[in-house]
Nanobody, 119 residues
Framework: QVQLVESGGGLVQAGGSLRLSCAAS????????MAWYRQPPGKQRELVAG???????SYVESVKGRFTISRDNAKNTVYLQMNSLKSEDTAVYYC?????????????WGQGTQVTVSS
């Protein structure tokens, strides 16, 4: 199994910054893609950013130029640096990864961390 623990959420004013972290632990062989999703109030969950094991990144259009995803493979940790935050970035942010456990790849999710941007 894989446990993902997020930290770094909170309340910030519009234009401010936050850095989310997510550390993976457990009995896994490898962690492949890591990603951040978010779910705004009353809306569906959406993919915000992803990063491959080799460091290839992708972003949803609305955060390009403002958010940066990175990872530390030695620490099994993924980060999301969020700058120039807007009220529409308010959401519960979830960390996710694809990990191989006992030879079987599968998706795993964190419990979520609230990000609230006040205007």
């Amino acid at each position: 199994q894989v446990q993902l623990v997020e930290s770094g959420g909170g309340l910030v004013q519009a234009g401010g910054s936050l850095r989310l972290s997510c550390a993976a632990s457990g009995r896994f062989w490898t962690i492949n893609t890591m990603a951040w999703y978010r779910q705004p109030p009353g809306k569906q969950r959406e993919l915000v950013a992803g990063i491959s094991k080799d460091g290839v990144t992708s972003y949803v259009e609305s955060v390009k130029g403002r958010f940066t995803i990175s990872r530390d493979n030695a620490k099994n940790t993924v980060y999301l640096q969020m700058n120039s935050l807007k009220s529409e970035d308010t959401a519960v942010y979830y960390c996710a990864c694809e990990a191989t456990v006992a030879g079987i790849p599968g998706p795993y999710w964190g419990q979520g961390t609230q990000v609230t941007v006040s205007s």
